[in-house]
């Protein structure tokens, strides 16, 4: 269900006021983050046409000041729904003038934000998906299960539902669903076993407590926090991330200008599985096999290799480097934007 769009542009000089300037920094302070793969995704967007990158995940503006400062032929139109990052990034890209300008939705809304601004076509478009790093961090959001917090996870705070509307009142059948679908979790149905038994929950702490009961002595002594999956899953439900990448993915690739490139960093595999779909049937004739024709060619080539990792250097100074891919798709020059 999308929610209206709200744009928040950022577009304006950078201000000689040394108030404004001290509020930008202290919001870019306070949503600092190492953005994953930041090198390889810069010298891919270093070929990309001229025109306008489609930062679908902007959060605190990393990759997209890095590509702005780098790529002369770009400029930045970047969406998030959190209100936090926004501010953020919105203070790191005043330096860029008009080539930068932001707005607030989610990134399934992407063809509004597009359509207000009177862009048809699109360079590339770059999304990371997942949560960010100060997003965990600040308590009082609730999606860190280490930190005690209301057990909130809305990444747009004006969203109606929060984790603990869902734990409190979904069956145990939804909990269940929700766990093995958003996070491949094994005890999906202790877990939401224990979860109805227990509730209502009012915090993170006191969910993943009973989070880490449920789960047996043995498997609680590998892969990480044995509350990592849960959490991971009640935030994809709240948020209705894998619902949404479909049709975000679908209408930024509809958008590439000839030559355009459309870049991805995922962090699990139900995200991966979605992308690397959406890419190949995008990529790949649907020509029957066997036919004694040459199949047509196809708008768009997958970037090899299919999905990129992190170099160790990288998985070693960022953790959450660690699990991430990097998929890639291009539209041929060749081709136009489909009407």
């Known amino acids: 269900m999308a929610e209206s769009t709200r744009p928040n542009a950022q577009s304006g000089q950078a201000s000689n006021d040394s108030t404004a300037a001290a509020s930008s920094h202290a919001a870019s302070a306070s949503f600092s983050h190492q953005p994953v793969m930041l090198h390889e995704i810069v010298a891919l967007f270093a070929g990309a046409p001229?025109?306008?990158l489609l930062d679908c995940t902007l959060g605190g503006a990393g990759h997209s000041v890095a590509v702005l400062e780098a790529c002369p032929q770009l400029s930045v139109i970047g969406i998030d729904r959190d209100p936090d990052a926004l501010s953020a990034a919105g203070a790191r890209l005043q330096v860029f003038g008009s080539r930068a300008s932001t707005a607030r939705a989610r990134f399934d809304q992407l063809d509004e934000v597009l359509d207000e601004r009177a862009?048809?076509?699109?360079?590339g478009f770059l999304f990371d998906l997942g949560v960010s790093s100060p997003q965990l961090d600040r308590a009082d959001r609730g999606f860190s299960f280490r930190h005690d917090g209301p057990l909130d996870m809305r990444m747009d705070p004006d969203a109606p539902r929060t984790a603990a509307d869902f734990v409190n009142s979904a069956s145990h059948g939804e909990i269940a669903s929700a766990l093995k679908h958003n996070a491949d979790e094994r005890f999906a149905g202790?877990?939401?076993s224990a979860i109805v038994d227990?509730?209502?929950f009012e915090t993170t702490t006191e969910l993943a407590s009973v989070v880490v009961d449920a789960i047996p002595a043995a498997a609680r002594r590998t892969g990480g926090h044995p509350a990592k999956r849960t959490f991971q899953a009640l935030r994809i439900e709240v948020n209705d991330e894998l619902d949404m990448l479909t049709p975000a993915l679908e209408a930024a690739i509809d958008r590439l200008a000839p030559g355009g490139l459309g870049l991805v960093l995922t962090y699990h595999s139900g995200e991966d599985r979605i992308v690397k779909r959406v890419f190949?049937?995008?990529s790949t004739s649907d020509a029957p096999v066997g036919l004694p024709i040459t199949p047509a060619e196809t708008d768009f080539t997958a970037l090899r290799p299919l999905a990129q990792r992190p170099t160790d250097a990288e998985q070693e100074t960022n953790p959450r480097a660690r699990s991430a891919r990097l998929r890639g798709l291009t539209r041929?020059?060749?081709t136009g934007v489909a009407a």
Do not use: Q
């Open 50 to 52: 001229e025109g306008v």
């Open 119 to 123: 862009v048809e076509t699109i360079a």
């Open 190 to 192: 202790r877990i939401a």
């Open 198 to 200: 227990k509730r209502p």
């Open 280 to 282: 190949r049937d995008r």
């Open 332 to 334: 041929n020059a060749s």
